[in-house]
């Protein structure tokens, strides 16, 4: 087996025990830890694959927004903050075991890639690269599917935003109604208070 298939492999292996540990995790945070490690192996496999562009929007777009889906899921589910940051040397051995694996990953990517073996075998008479050929299609035959994604999107962040500023018992609010019927003998008490020359 040639050693691009080896490298292939590898990562498609870390990348499956990853998931499954994403979903089989009982602590949040391991779950994002290797959520983070998920992401990363895919965008590993793209770039072996010589998809530079799919590959660096994974690590830019999932692995870096992963943090703040995170803290909307603290937001929701009303974590307790101070168990968590109590904990922290607990989940740091998981943190570097993320670390290393995706380290080691790198450097066997910078390794594989610099032996100019590719993974599938292909020719093509166009000189455009992929990051252009894949905007064209994505902005002319597939342009429908597109704008369907980026709307399911936005409804999906709408969704976020309104199951965080639910209203519940201890959360405080304001009701401009309310504050615009407010009265100046509601809120304003004058004090008399007799000068200095007058108690002399």
């Known amino acids: ?39 990363f192996s895919a965008a590993c496999i793209w770039l072996l694959l010589e998809a530079e562009f799919l590959a660096i929007t994974l690590v830019l777009v999932y692995v870096g927004a992963v943090m703040v889906l995170f803290l909307f899921v603290i937001m929701m589910l009303d974590l307790n903050l101070e168990k968590l940051k109590s904990g922290f040397a607990r989940y740091l051995p998981v943190g570097i075991l993320v670390a290393l694996a995706m380290a080691a990953q790198l450097f066997i990517l910078i390794w594989a890639r610099g032996t100019r073996a590719q993974v599938l075998e292909y020719t093509s008479s166009d000189e455009r690269g992929n990051t252009r050929m894949l905007g064209e299609l994505l902005y002319s035959e597939y342009l429908y599917p597109f704008e369907i994604a980026g709307f399911i999107l936005l409804v999906a962040i709408v969704a976020a935003i309104s199951l965080t500023h639910r209203r519940r018992p201890e959360t405080k609010y304001q009701d401009p109604a309310i504050q615009s019927r407010i009265r100046r003998d509601e809120r304003v008490r004058l004090v008399r208070m007799d000068s200095e020359g007058e108690g002399s």
């Open 1 to 39: 087996m040639p050693i691009i298939e080896l490298v292939f492999y590898t990562f498609g292996t870390v990348l499956t025990l990853s998931a499954l540990s994403v979903i089989t995790s009982r602590n949040p945070i391991y779950s994002v830890l290797f959520l983070v490690l998920s992401f």
